[in-house]
Each structure stands twice: as structure tokens, then as C-alpha cells.
């Protein structure tokens, strides 16, 4: 049946289909409105059947009409095609107009009669086009190698302005799920949307995945964008373009092009340094063990502020800088406030004026500022690591405190950043580390990455990606350090009072 609706197609359209639809003469003069009105490119879509079965439906197509005479008119069907077969194009010439309201007819007969195929066919074509939207029908009674076979082809399309954008591209294409790791890259070139997804992402999560698509200006895609598809088991989903003038049509191949291992800390759950019998040196630890924390803060230190800062005139008893909170994208949430510790010394080591809230990956030790008597030496960043990280991400907020003191003491006029950061380094053995002093100008160094931000009212995702500077070796040895800072200077003595940063939802992604 295929076969047959080819042959009829093919020979059809290798004709001159319409060679002359009626005579112009003594016709109504319909110039002006043809050129106005009529005349133009048009866009709109054909539905197939064949022998009353739909074959085919809604396929986009535009079509051609000029003026041919003062009354008559040609019309354009170019470049048809079928199932992927290319059949030429179907012309109506001299087709005569007729008037009722403001609605505008024509009509067309042809009769073929082709021995070398066996083929006799009379084709009717009728049409109508009623401010600017026009629709012609295709009646073809066929007989091809004395089977009867009847074809029919509708079209309906609307005029163009002649504005219509004719680029047809995906210029954006994402997933809302924390199971994609990886971002969809789009290949222009190539016709391809890949992403990489969690390794422990199962083929129902795969096959569930919902795309949120952007295309060119008042194109079309299908299928649609926010439609479900089955991205499981190397399933590859094809999407079309369609421009918005259906001149430009392109197809994108979009699968899933790996796994990549992820690591999630959600700061849902807390404890306190149960080590300590002082209540008020119970500071807050994120996760269930005091004694192997999920993550450090500088908590310890606003700690021997609380206990000890009396031997050097200091007197603390607010908060801890570093706590959880119920003001979070899902469960607890870490804040991180800078807070006033009045400044000084405790046996010969500097306290800040503000003490800079910070949470990171690693250890604290704040006696190693008075023993080595260098503060920078208390923040052992870094935690053995043994994937290769490719980017960290997460959700904040952050409010800038004042006022900003400097690392004299000094009140001054200026504003609080946070900072995210997010550091490989290599090491020899298990006990080597950055610290405060060296943690982003360290020689060892192998990738980093580092974000800021001022103020920001409402939960924001972040995102670093780490740039490598050196070449990543399986058989080395790396520790990886991620750092969240309430006051960007803070290391430098520098930071506002108050400044408050609320971190929730790390994810570590990795190789």
C-alpha cells in the first residue's frame, strides 16, 4: 500500500499538476486584494489518508500563493515529501477566484493518464481562504495497475507577516531533578543534548525525568517541553524544532551520556561537644558524633572565647556563630553568623573584633594558635578524598552585617561579602594539610574554585565548578577542602558584625 501511495505521489508531483485551473477573461478584477490580502507565504500542516486511514497528520508545510492574474492566482506546494521520501512540488496555476462575503474559492481539476506506471487518476482540488487563513483539499480517485485506490490531502494554514523568526534551535534544556549531576550540553554541530546523572539513580528515576526545554523564538519543539521520557537503559529521546515561519526544521538527539558519583549533606542533623561538662562550652556540631563531626566550624574557638577570654579582659556569652535552623530549603539548614568578640588577646593570641562564621571540610584545632602561635595554623582544611571532584553545589542566603571592622579593630565604611570556596590539594601522607595561611596559595594545589556574594533575600542555588590547574592522578593522593564563610575576609580579621550566611544542601560532585 506504501508502494502504491509512492508511485501516486511521485508521478503526480512530477508533473505540472494544475496547468490551467480556469480562463481569466471577463472575470471581477480582484488585483487589489490579491496583493494585499491573498498574496504571501503561508504556513499551516497536511493530513494524509488513504482510502479513509489516516497516514499521516499534521505534518508542517508551508504554502506559496501569487497573483497570476487580476483574477486567478498560483499556488505553491514546494518541496513535498512522504515517509521520508522527497516528491517534488505540487503547483495550482491560473486558479480562478470567486467572491461570497469575505471568503475567496477556487478550484482545479486534472486528469493523468500515465501508461508507463499503469496509473489513471482524476485529482479535485478545492480551497478557500477567509482572512488570511487558507484550506485546500486534494480528492485523488487513482488506478494504479487496475487497483482503485483513493487518496485524500488536506491542508490548512494561516498567512505569515512576513516577521516570523526562521531559526530553529533548542537554546536551553534542563532538568529540575537533583539526579542530574551534570547539566545537559547542547552540540549544535552534531545534533546532540547529553548529561550525566547519579550513579545510584535507578532506571524508574531515569525513565521519569522531565525536561524543560527553551527554543528559538515562537518556534515549535516536540515533543513538548515539561513532557516525561523514558531516559533509562541508554533509551535515546529524539526532539524537533520546527521555526516559527516552518522553513527551519532541526532534530536534537538527547541521552544520558554517564553516571558521576555524588556525595549530599543536607545539615539536617546536629549534636553538641558532649566532651564538655561546661554547658556553655557544649557548642553545636553538625552531625550525630561530637566526636567525628560531618563538618568543622569555628565554633571551637568562640568556645575558648566563652571559657577562657576572662584571663585576657574578654567577655563573650552570645550565640555561637555556627548553628542549625529551621529557615531552610528542606529540614535544618547551617547559619552562619559573624559575631562581636570584642577583640584582644588570650595568652598572647590575637582575638578578632568580629569573629567571621565559618563552616568547612576539615579540622579545628584552637589551641595550635597558642601553642605554634600563629591563629592561621588552628584551620586544618581538607578531608582524604579519593574521587576526583568536578563541582560543588548548593543552596544560600546571606544578609550583610554591620558594623565592618577591619583587622585593626578599626570600624569602617565598607560592606560584607560571604564566600564559598572549594579546594583539591595533593599530599604525601595522611597527616600533611592546608591551613588558614596557605589554603588558596599553597604550590600543592591541584583544582579550586571560589564564589562571593552580597546580599541575597532568598535561597539561591550556587554553583563551583573546580578549575583544574594540574593534571588529576589516580594514583596520588588528594584531600579536598570546602569552606563557608559568612565574611570573605574573615581570616584577615575583617568582617561585620551580624553578617549572617545560611547554607543548605551541599552536594559534592564527582568524577
Known amino acids: 500500500m506504501k508502494k502504491n501511495l509512492f508511485y501516486l505521489f511521485a508521478l503526480i508531483c512530477s508533473m505540472s499538476l494544475f496547468t490551467a485551473c480556469s480562463d481569466d477573461d471577463d472575470a471581477p478584477d480582484y488585483s487589489k486584494v490579491i496583493e494585499s490580502e491573498i498574496a504571501g507565504n503561508y504556513k499551516g500542516t497536511l493530513d494524509i489518508k488513504l482510502e479513509g486511514t489516516t497516514i499521516a497528520s499534521g505534518l508542517p508545510k508551508n504554502i506559496t500563493i501569487s497573483k497570476a492574474g487580476n483574477s486567478t492566482i498560483n499556488l505553491l506546494l514546494a518541496n513535498f515529501s512522504l515517509m521520508g521520501m522527497d516528491l517534488g512540488d505540487i503547483e495550482l496555476k491560473d486558479c480562478q477566484l470567486s467572491q461570497k462575503d469575505n471568503s475567496y474559492s477556487f478550484t482545479g481539476i486534472q486528469s493523468l493518464n500515465i501508461e508507463k506506471y499503469q496509473l489513471k487518476a482524476d485529482v479535485k482540488a478545492t480551497g478557500t481562504i477567509v482572512d488570511g487563513t487558507i484550506t485546500v483539499q486534494l480528492d485523488i480517485a487513482a488506478k494504479l495497475n487496475g487497483l482503485s485506490q483513493n487518496v485524500q490531502v488536506t491542508y490548512e494554514g494561516t498567512k505569515m507577516t512576513g516577521n516570523e523568526s526562521s531559526e530553529a534551535k533548542i537554546t536551553a534544556f534542563t532538568f529540575e531533578s537533583e539526579l542530574v549531576t551534570e547539566r545537559p550540553v547542547i552540540n549544535e554541530e552534531d545534533g546532540t543534548i547529553v548529561f550525566k546523572v547519579d550513579e545510584d539513580a535507578t532506571a524508574?528515576?531515569?525513565?521519569?525525568?522531565?525536561?524543560?526545554?527553551?527554543?528559538?523564538?515562537?518556534?515549535?519543539?516536540?515533543?513538548?517541553?515539561?513532557?516525561?521520557?523514558?531516559?533509562?537503559?541508554?533509551?535515546?529521546?529524539?526532539?524537533?524544532?520546527?521555526?516559527?515561519?516552518?522553513?527551519?526544521?532541526?532534530?536534537?538527539?538527547?541521552?544520558?551520556?554517564?553516571?558521576?558519583?555524588?556525595?549530599?549533606?543536607?545539615?539536617?542533623?546536629?549534636?553538641?561537644?558532649?566532651?564538655?561538662?561546661?554547658?556553655?562550652?557544649?557548642?553545636?556540631?553538625?552531625?550525630?558524633?561530637?566526636?567525628?563531626?560531618?563538618?568543622?566550624?569555628?565554633?571551637?574557638?568562640v568556645m575558648l572565647i566563652k571559657t577562657l577570654g576572662m584571663l585576657g579582659g574578654i567577655t563573650y556569652t552570645g550565640d555561637y556563630p555556627v548553628r542549625p535552623t529551621d529557615d531552610a530549603v528542606s529540614g535544618k539548614a547551617i547559619l552562619m553568623e559573624s559575631v562581636f568578640t570584642t577583640g584582644g588577646a588570650i595568652f598572647g593570641t590575637p582575638v578578632p573584633k568580629v569573629t567571621a562564621a565559618t563552616a568547612f571540610l576539615g579540622t579545628f584545632n584552637a589551641m595550635a594558635a597558642v601553642t605554634e602561635g600563629d591563629p592561621m595554623l588552628s584551620t586544618k582544611f581538607g578531608i582524604m578524598f579519593p574521587d576526583k571532584p568536578l563541582e560543588v553545589r548548593g543552596f544560600f542566603k546571606y544578609t550583610a552585617g554591620t558594623p565592618f571592622y577591619n583587622k585593626e579593630g578599626v570600624e569602617v565604611d565598607k560592606k560584607d561579602e560571604c564566600a564559598i570556596s572549594a579546594v583539591l590539594y595533593e599530599i604525601e601522607n595522611e597527616e600533611?594539610?592546608?591551613?588558614?595561611?596557605?589554603?588558596?596559595?599553597?604550590?600543592?594545589?591541584?583544582?579550586?574554585?571560589?564564589?562571593?556574594?552580597?546580599?541575597?533575600?532568598?535561597?539561591?542555588?550556587?554553583?563551583?565548578?573546580?578549575?583544574?590547574?594540574?593534571?588529576?592522578?589516580?594514583?596520588?593522593?588528594?584531600?579536598?577542602?570546602?569552606?563557608?564563610?559568612?565574611?570573605?575576609?574573615?581570616?584577615?580579621?575583617?568582617?561585620?558584625?551580624?553578617?549572617?550566611?545560611?547554607?543548605?544542601?551541599?552536594?559534592?560532585?564527582?568524577?
Request: some cysteine; aromatic content about 12%; proline content about 3%.
Open 204 to 301: 524508574a528515576d531515569l525513565s521519569a525525568l522531565v525536561p524543560v526545554i527553551t527554543v528559538s523564538e515562537g518556534a515549535i519543539v516536540t515533543p513538548k517541553s515539561g513532557e516525561a521520557k523514558d531516559f533509562s537503559n541508554g533509551n535515546k529521546i529524539v526532539y524537533t524544532v520546527l521555526s516559527e515561519d516552518y522553513s527551519q526544521m532541526k532534530t536534537y538527539t538527547v541521552f544520558v551520556a554517564g553516571t558521576q558519583k555524588v556525595r549530599e549533606y543536607s545539615f539536617d542533623e546536629w549534636t553538641k561537644d558532649l566532651s564538655q561538662t561546661d554547658e556553655k562550652a557544649q557548642f553545636p556540631i553538625i552531625g550525630t558524633d561530637h566526636n567525628n563531626p560531618l563538618w568543622t566550624s569555628c565554633n571551637q574557638a
Open 432 to 511: 600533611e594539610t592546608l591551613h588558614g595561611g596557605n589554603i588558596y596559595t599553597a604550590t600543592n594545589i591541584v583544582a579550586s574554585a571560589i564564589f562571593n556574594s552580597g546580599d541575597q533575600q532568598d535561597y539561591t542555588p550556587f554553583s563551583l565548578k573546580l578549575a583544574y590547574h594540574k593534571e588529576y592522578d589516580t594514583t596520588k593522593k588528594y584531600k579536598f577542602a570546602v569552606i563557608l564563610s559568612a565574611s570573605k575576609d574573615g581570616a584577615a580579621y575583617e568582617a561585620a558584625v551580624g553578617s549572617k550566611l545560611f547554607v543548605d544542601n551541599v552536594s559534592i560532585i564527582c568524577e
